[in-house]
């Protein structure tokens, strides 16, 4: 399947606030019932293998309305890991996750994830999740390459596997459990725009990484790269 490179989604765009909420809660629940959150806790447990007992810190680029931040410190809670969580994304909304204001642990910064404003090293993992097949390959290879120079210990990126199985399973998914018009509007046509596992690869190469392994789940239509 070659990749629409040159197709725009309805988050691409500026849309209505209630609109875009209203997808990006459809977003929320797919990633928590089919492989969004539970394979990149996964790999960042993999990557904090060896504890200290300093907090972990996290950030997660294009974390949106944070969702996901607020998954990461509830798990992290549950087994006493102390953690940090940085939410990154260029929309200067503030948090709009329930709960993500009442975790200390969770902070927003309003920034590019091509252009991360932390120094090298300065936090462990970076985590991303549905964010790569929005950007460009110039950009994407931006991104990477920021992203594994703040890390510590490696990247996570996580996003669709491009295939037909990838593209029945997700217009099939948008239809069932999204409620949003958007949501079945772009939930296929980001199958179609997802990177491939050598894709992917090669992205990384030009970004300067060495270290890239990937898994990919068919049945969730989902791949995961860490990079180190």
Not at 39 to 54: F, G, M, Y
Not at 64 to 88: E, H, K, N, S, T
Not at 98 to 111: F, K, N
Not at 175 to 201: K, M, T
Request: cysteine-free.
């Amino acid at each position: 399947m070659q990749r629409a490179a040159r197709a725009s989604e309805f988050l691409d765009r500026p849309v209505p606030a209630r609109d875009r909420e209203a997808s990006l809660a459809d977003v929320d629940r797919l990633n928590a019932w089919f492989g969004g959150y539970a394979l990149t806790v996964r790999a960042v447990r993999r990557l904090d293998s060896a504890p200290d007992h300093r907090p972990l810190v996290i950030l997660d680029a294009g974390g949106g309305r944070g969702d996901f931040a607020v998954r990461l410190v509830r798990r992290a809670r549950r087994r006493g890991r102390p953690v940090r969580v940085i939410v990154l994304d260029r929309d200067g909304a503030p948090l709009v996750h329930a709960d993500a204001a009442r975790y200390p642990e969770i902070v927003r910064v309003r920034a590019d994830a091509a252009a991360l404003p932390i120094r090298d090293g300065g936090v462990d993992v970076v985590t991303s999740s549905l964010l790569l097949h929005h950007l460009d390959p110039e950009t994407a290879v931006a991104t990477l390459a920021a992203s594994r120079a703040a890390a510590r210990l490696g990247v996570i990126v996580n996003d669709l596997l491009r295939n037909r199985l990838s593209l029945a399973l997700v217009w099939l998914a948008t239809r069932l459990f999204a409620a949003h018009p958007f949501s079945r509007h772009d939930g296929p046509l980001s199958v179609r725009r997802a990177y491939s596992p050598d894709e992917l690869g090669t992205l990384a190469r030009r970004a300067g990484i060495r270290g890239i392994a990937v898994r990919t789940y068919p049945l969730l239509g989902r791949l995961v790269a860490v990079l180190t």
